[in-house]
């Protein structure tokens, strides 16, 4: 069993709103920090976000801050990441991710767990 699924990836014109859903399982993601990535074709690997656990403040990228929420549901070991007025150079694997350390969100420690992602298409 993955310790992180994500889920609602899909085809959307621009414009659109899609909302993704991470689960985790085997870890109780209350203590940990989370984050979505994500990646379009033939570039690298993105972070869209980080949440810190305890006081849950939330780092958002400056290409989708005011677009993009994250929320998450600790007593479901779920993250939500709903994505607003999307365009095509949001097109992208997004993949959630979990810290045992809130410096994952400055990067001074490595995420320790991974999802396989969820595919965003944006086109019209």
């Known amino acids: 069993q993955l310790p992180l699924v994500e889920s609602g990836g899909g085809l959307v014109r621009p414009g659109a709103s899609v909302r993704l859903t991470c689960v985790g399982s085997?870890?109780?993601?209350?203590?940990?920090?989370l984050g979505w990535f994500r990646q379009a074709p033939g570039k690298g690997r993105e972070r869209v976000s980080c949440?810190?656990?305890?006081?849950?403040?939330?780092f958002y990228d400056n290409s989708v801050k005011g677009r993009f929420t994250v929320s998450r549901d600790n007593a479901k070991n779920t993250m939500y990441l709903e994505m607003n007025n999307l365009t095509p150079e949001d097109t992208g694997l997004y993949s959630c991710v979990a810290g045992r350390s809130n410096r994952v969100c400055d990067g001074r420690e490595a995420w320790d767990l991974w999802g396989p992602g969820t595919q965003v298409t944006v086109a019209s």
């Open positions: 085997g870890f109780t993601s209350e203590v940990y920090a």
């Open positions: 949440t810190t656990y305890g006081d849950e403040i939330t």
